[in-house]
């Protein structure tokens, strides 16, 4: 029931791990806030209004546990302006409601909650998401959330970054040792990075002992790069299914990749590109271009909704907001296909098609089958049309890339490789080698990488390469049977849990269609290519599984959102932003 009296100063004291997050609603005088808890404080509040999560009375009887067991947030209050907290005389009121707060705490996390400008809002909403986390110190969680969006989000702009980022990341885990040990002890992901690393060690000592296999490259070393696979389960942790973070991560990556390739851009790039000319946009190998662009090219169309936002923030923002997007989503596609990498390519269609058939069950659930029949036609005829456009305009460089193919496979039907450091010649050579040598260690494999030493010592013509030209082949020649099996174990069980999270709507469904497409985009792309052995690999894989599977882990059941009209709560805003 909701009392006239004035309600409390919007200044309470969140539970340790939480921290206070703003929302405004303008009014023609002032910006105003309110405190909102959770729904099971709610119920134990008899004076809380009937508006979801709203307190607009004194604390009179206030059951204080459930408050501060709640996670606070504020959100739109059309109550008066709060007055000041005051310690209650009432005899109603309950005489330890604010003894858990010292005028220590007050001093330190009480701050002057009337802003007059938004700007400074999101400033402070950022930095609340930082505070939240696994942890119950909030320094602890400020360090880890930076240093994931560090650690997997520059790894292609400035490698210092990364390891510092990586250090964060170590030193949240450390400070928080108890707790993160909870959380591993039970996690199949940590246990199954255990085994993995063990199964590089044996493969690796037996590999050394061996005197038959040439060893010449550092192979501890590359075993310590393959290692990053346990950044899946630590980023999981660390972000603790905060669904900002997430985003951070994702959109802090692609704007890390224009930094880093704009620079290289100019009127004759952009012309040669066009005119088919392979470009490597400063990586020095196309290859290792085409594979970030293609991951780029899938989040932008994915999270456009979150790029771009809805028109209630105003026509001039949105529009340069749409704007900006169209223009990254542009480059993003120039650079994808100038690359002419022939995995990324395909697998950015199939991402594509993915979300294409999900977008279409959403539009149609509970239609008929004509509207769905209509509906498909409507986006089959777009996706003609735009694949057409695509063709036009990018035809010199897809014709290039599909004479190279096409002269290989005609020579490889005749049964006479004549270009065999082609693109079809290469890998039929390396693949044949790779096979017919793993056929004597299939367990164990060869140890990590060792195929650029086995390459460069046998009579190959394509000896020159130091890779197998497939990522996959490359897994199952070092470490073999027993070390694929982890690495397709441990991904099948990270798709489940996001699969069944989305399901319950733990997972948003767009955020759960873009990791299965990301995956299978990630899989076609390292066909025919080995970005294994290259340092960005392992990042990348973390940047796929690890924020979609912490939100399957700690994220709750939000509601489901129509596609066109979409409310939130303030309990989903908290939930979607700490």
């Known amino acids: 029931m909701r009392t006239r009296s004035s309600p409390p100063r919007s200044r309470f004291l969140p539970r340790r791990g939480t921290w206070p997050r703003f929302r405004t609603r303008k009014t023609p005088t002032r910006t105003r806030f309110c405190l909102s808890v959770s729904h099971s404080a709610r119920r134990s509040a008899p004076f809380v209004s009937s508006r979801p999560g709203s307190i607009c009375a004194p604390l009179s009887g206030l059951d204080t546990s459930a408050i501060m067991n709640a996670s606070p947030v504020f959100d739109d209050c059309t109550s008066p302006r709060p007055r000041p907290l005051r310690r209650s005389t009432s005899a109603t009121a309950s005489p330890d409601a604010f003894a858990v707060i010292s005028a220590k705490t007050k001093r330190a996390y009480f701050k002057p909650m009337h802003l007059r400008t938004t700007g400074r809002l999101r400033l402070y909403n950022l930095f609340a998401a930082c505070m939240c986390g696994p942890s119950t110190r909030h320094w602890v969680n400020g360090v880890g959330t930076i240093g994931v969006i560090l650690a997997s989000s520059t790894f292609l702009l400035e490698r210092d970054i990364m390891r510092l980022g990586e250090m964060l990341m170590l030193v949240a885990f450390l400070a928080a040792l108890p707790t993160a040990w909870r959380f591993l002890r039970t996690n199949p992901a940590f246990w199954l990075f255990a085994a993995w690393v063990g199964a590089m060690i044996l493969s690796n000592s037996l590999a050394i002992a061996h005197t038959d296999i040439p060893t010449d490259h550092n192979i501890w070393n590359a075993a310590r790069h393959w290692s990053r696979l346990g950044w899946i389960p630590l980023m999981a942790w660390l972000i603790a299914g905060r669904l900002g973070v997430v985003r951070a991560v994702l959109l802090g990556y692609t704007a890390a990749w224009f930094v880093f390739t704009l620079p290289e851009v100019s009127p004759d790039l952009l012309r040669a590109g066009l005119q088919g000319s392979r470009l490597d946009f400063g990586t020095g190998n196309p290859h290792r271009a085409a594979l970030p662009f293609m991951i780029t090219t899938v989040i932008l169309a994915f999270l456009a909704r979150d790029c771009v936002g809805s028109l209630q923030q105003g026509v001039t923002l949105f529009t340069a907001r749409l704007g900006l997007w169209a223009l990254a989503l542009g480059f993003s596609t120039f650079g994808l296909f100038s690359a002419q990498g022939v995995g990324p390519l395909g697998g950015a269609v199939a991402a594509c098609l993915i979300g294409l058939v999900v977008l279409w069950q959403h539009l149609t659930h509970g239609q008929g089958w004509s509207r769905k029949l209509r509906a498909f036609s409507i986006g089959a005829g777009s996706l003609t049309i735009l694949i057409v456009s695509l063709v036009i305009v990018f035809k010199p460089a897809m014709e290039s890339r599909v004479s190279s193919w096409s002269g290989g496979l005609t020579e490889l039907s005749e049964g006479a490789i004549q270009t065999p450091t082609g693109s079809v010649g290469a890998r039929y050579y390396l693949w044949t080698f790779a096979a ?53 174990a441990l991904f099948a069980h990270i798709s489940y849990k996001i699969f069944q999270s989305t399901r319950t709507r733990r997972v948003p469904k767009r955020y759960g269609t873009l990791y299965f497409a990301l995956l299978a985009a990630f899989i076609l792309a390292n066909i025919g290519e080995s970005y294994i052995v290259f340092n960005h690999f392992w990042p990348h894989m973390a940047l796929i599984t690890a924020g979609f599977y912490s939100i399957a882990l700690f994220g709750e059941p939000r509601r489901d959102q129509n596609a066109h009209h979409s409310s939130h709560s303030a309990h989903d805003a908290a939930a979607e932003s700490c």
């Open 436 to 488: 017919e040598h793993w056929a004597d260690r299939p367990v164990l494999g060869y140890g990590t990488e060792t195929a650029r030493s086995m390459i460069s010592a046998s009579d190959l013509p394509t000896r020159s390469f130091s890779h197998l030209h497939n990522s996959w082949l490359e897994l199952l020649f070092s470490t073999g049977i027993a070390g694929t099996t982890i690495m397709v």
